[in-house]
Nanobody, 131 residues
Framework: QLQLVESGGGSVQPGGSLRLSCTAS????????IGWFRQAPGKEREGVSC????????YFADSVKDRFIISRDNIENTVELQMNSLKPEDTAVYYC????????????????????????WGQGTQVTVSS
């Protein structure tokens, strides 16, 4: 059974940091584009950061650029999102995402552009930024 399981969400004050982790089981992430999406109440799910299976094709939404860092460990089969300088507008449910890439690797922005391009989703983890 293919699964993505997130951990690391929680509550933090503005300016604080959180690290989200996602572990894949039932498949190997090495040939998958991976990413993080988020969905706030009443809003559509949006791509925060996505990385193709090829190193160098990484995308960050303008709202998180220079504050968030995405990383992957193909040996441990994990994906992480380090979130720094958090703001109240970062409050949302965060979802780990993965899509298999065959011979052609797309850019990170391709996957973050639409949730319909994602094959597998984690269950989501709540991040709340509030004073």
């Amino acid at each position: 059974q293919l699964q993505l399981v997130e951990s690391g969400g929680g509550s933090v004050q503005p300016g604080g940091s959180l690290r989200l982790s996602c572990t894949a089981s039932g498949f190997t992430l090495a040939n998958y584009a991976i990413g993080w999406f988020r969905q706030a109440p009443g809003k559509e799910r949006e791509g925060v950061s996505c990385m193709s299976s090829t190193i160098g094709h990484t995308y960050f939404a303008d709202s998180v650029k220079d504050r968030f860092i995405i990383s992957r460990d193909n040996i441990e089969n994990t994906v992480e999102l380090q979130m720094n300088s958090l703001k109240p507008e970062d409050t949302a449910v965060y979802y780990c995402a993965a899509t298999h890439e065959s011979a052609t690797s797309q850019t990170g922005s391709y996957y973050c552009a639409s949730p319909r391009r994602i094959e597998y989703w984690g269950q989501g983890t709540q991040v709340t930024v509030s004073s």
